[in-house]
């Protein structure tokens, strides 16, 4: 691509301390670990894996929702973690972020234009009049129906509430929007609809996701560039297509293996990866995959030494063995 | 033959401010020993609904009101007290999405999987744990020693989920209703639970009725499948069948909707609207409103007519739309 990437991050580590005042204590959990990517504008880039991964830590550290333990993060060429409070409220107005629980992250007790509304006042974007009419244009946009900036979140179902949701993160006229499993929620007609929606504003205002996922067919359908996510770190990453088509990572190739596709037959030569991911506190040696890995050429190696991110057939893979496709 | 469990007509009903309206609405199922049979629906739909009334836990104010669910030919919908007692959890268990809600977090693995043995009468003291041991060894669970004395907070969900299916098993049951039994899990664990209750079925010859509203689990361990749209089965028939050739729009457009990891990628069609709630059914065919193939027969309501085979849909067009 071209132009600079509108988020630029480099080098992103997450550890959480646990034990407390009182308690002896204990390896940190080490959340997220050298996690490097860029999104360009007007693309989406998914963070796949599974829970515990270090996916949504990933997304709420960029956004300063938790602070890193180290890296960086430049949004349209600004250091976000060295940002005093006062110009990162400013640059917020144009990083969003739409989670996962419509019904969690809508203030109950204030009407739905209300809550759109909010951060339009908070950064004086318009007086207001203009304000209503915004909203009115936002639910509009969103598929609602505007009268609905009277009534309570309660009134609403799972997926128009997620409609809610990202009226509200596009109020402030962000660039940039952090999707936190946005349609997990939701019932598979809904999360259609919700999906084309998201690609309809993408189109239309230039938008660029990063979208927090476990669902490999989901990301298929909306991600330009999928990062497969591990214990913390990045084991694949490339464009979409050719990462789901032809995965050269174990874990990737399990990951895809997994997801039930409504065909009958498919089952069959289904991956079933033994055992649970390692905890993040304790991470396996060498390649934290290795425990659970069926990879035909896997050899001592992968227990003593960390394979670092390279380029394989097109896309960058973290696997001493990459060369060689895992079966699949 | 008499199927394992046959349900006729199952209607459950609610007081509304309107009269009583029936969330599960002349539901019919049938299900043989050995056999999975999916129940596919989104939320709303009345499928979890459904597999409480069979064990007659229907919350309150709700009420079964009317219709037959018979296992092994004894009808449970009359059944009371201990005759009741002696079929749930013995003959009939139950598993749900979140097995932290079902497994008591002060008692060990081991305590609640032999309370299911003692309370059933079928083993006590060494012989229960001894049993108790071997379900856990049956069900995939590494280390079953330590996990006996484990609580439920010490396991991985994966893990609990499988403690919760051994608890199922200590009754030896002839159906398991299992209701979203890996929703809560994640795709790699999520297989491994659903080869875990295909395998179980096999080799204990079980009923399974799989309550899901996931169509890519169905395909890979349902035997046949019913689908559920506003508390009525709108399509049902061997998962072959219907995934072969869907014939309720409904259920098309349920496929239409869902996104694939394999095959050339393609624009997802959504439903549009929403699921109307029970107080507010239409008095015609209940997709009606939905549905881009609305015809002035629509009006009226349809009942479930033969496709091919055993394919059945709710749906006047239905052999047409086959096509």
């Not at chain 1, 691509?1 to 009182?22: C, D, N, Q, W």
């Not at chain 1, 498919?266 to 934290?288: E, K, N, Q, T, Y």
């Not at chain 2, 079902?102 to 083993?123: C, D, K, W, Y």
């Not at chain 2, 549905?291 to 009226?300: E, I, N, Q, S, W």
Request: aromatic letters at 4%; hydrophobic letters at 45%; proline letters at 9%.
């Amino acid at each position: 691509m071209s132009a600079a990437p509108i988020l630029e991050v480099r080098g992103l580590v997450k550890h959480y301390l646990t034990g407390g005042l009182f308690a002896p204590p204990r390896p940190p959990v080490r959340a997220v670990q050298e996690v490097s990517f860029e999104v360009h504008a007007g693309e989406t880039l998914a963070l796949v894996g599974e829970s515990g991964c270090g996916k949504s830590t990933v997304a709420r550290t960029v956004l300063r929702l938790q602070e890193p333990t180290a890296g960086s993060a430049r949004f349209e060429g600004t250091e976000l973690f060295t940002l005093a409070p006062g110009p990162l409220r400013q640059l917020r107005r144009r990083m969003q972020i739409v989670f996962q629980d419509p019904y969690g992250s809508l203030n109950p007790r204030r009407t739905v234009g209300a809550s759109i509304a909010e951060g339009i006042e908070i950064h004086r974007l318009a007086d207001r009049a203009g304000t209503a009419a915004r909203v009115a244009a936002l639910l509009e946009e969103v598929g609602l129906d505007p009268a609905y900036a009277a009534r309570y979140p309660h009134a609403f179902s799972g997926g128009q509430r997620q409609r809610i949701g990202i009226a509200r993160a596009l109020a402030v006229e962000p660039r940039f929007i952090v999707l936190d499993e946005p349609v997990s929620a939701l019932d598979v007609s809904v999360q259609a609809q919700v999906l084309n929606l998201l690609q309809a504003l993408q189109a239309r205002r230039g938008l660029s996701y990063l979208f927090i996922a476990h669902d490999l067919a989901v990301v298929r359908q909306v991600a330009h560039r999928t990062a497969v996510m591990y214990l913390g770190r990045i084991v694949e990453t490339g464009p979409t297509e050719l990462l789901l088509g032809d995965p050269r990572h174990p874990y990737t190739v399990a990951l895809r293996s997994a997801v039930p596709e409504p065909e009958p037959g498919r089952a069959a030569g289904r991956i079933v990866l033994a055992g649970d991911p390692p905890s993040p506190s304790a991470p396996p040696p060498g390649c934290a995959f290795h425990p659970r890995c069926f990879h035909p050429r896997r050899d001592a190696r992968c227990a003593t030494e960390l394979p670092a991110l390279r380029e394989v057939a097109g896309r960058a893979v973290a696997c001493h063995h990459a060369d060689l496709p895992a079966a699949s | 033959m008499t199927p394992l469990l046959d349900v006729r007509d199952l209607r459950v009903a609610f007081p509304g401010p309107a009269g009583p309206c029936h969330p599960v609405d002349g539901v019919s199922l049938a299900l043989d020993r050995g056999e999975t049979l999916a129940l596919v629906g989104e939320s709303g739909c009345g499928k979890s609904l459904t597999s409480l009334a069979l064990l007659r836990l229907v919350p309150p104010p709700g009420r079964i009101a009317g219709g037959h669910v018979r296992l092994d030919g004894a009808d449970l919908a009359t059944l009371e007290g201990e005759a009741l007692r002696a079929i749930r959890g013995r003959r009939i268990a139950m598993i749900f999405q979140d097995p932290m809600t079902s497994l008591n977090p002060v008692f060990t693995i081991g305590r609640q999987v032999m309370e299911v043995m003692e309370v059933h009468g079928l083993a006590r003291g060494a012989a229960a744990r001894a049993r108790a041991r071997e379900l856990l060894v049956e069900v995939g669970i590494p280390d079953p020693d330590a996990r006996l004395d484990a609580y439920p907070h010490q396991l991985s969900g994966g893990m609990r989920q499988r403690a919760m299916i051994a608890m199922a098993l200590a009754g030896e049951p002839e159906l398991l209703v299992a209701d979203e039994p890996t929703t809560a899990l994640d795709v790699t664990v999520q297989a491994q639970i659903l080869e875990l209750l295909d395998r179980l079925r096999h080799e204990r010859r079980m009923g399974i009725l799989l309550i899901t509203h996931d169509l890519g689990v169905v395909a890979g361990r349902a035997d046949r499948v019913a689908v559920m749209y506003a508390g009525q089965v709108v399509e049902s028939g061997t998962t072959a069948e219907v995934f072969a050739a869907p014939a309720h729009p409904y259920t098309q457009g349920l496929f239409a909707s869902v996104p694939r990891i394999h095959g050339p990628r393609r624009p997802l069609v959504p439903i549009p609207g929403t699921v109307p709630p029970p107080t507010d059914w239409p008095a015609g065919c209940r997709f009606a409103p939905r549905c881009d193939r609305r015809a002035a027969a629509c009006d009226a309501p349809p009942a479930l007519r033969p496709v091919a085979g055993t394919h059945e849909a709710r749906c006047w067009l239905a052999p047409e739309v086959a096509r």
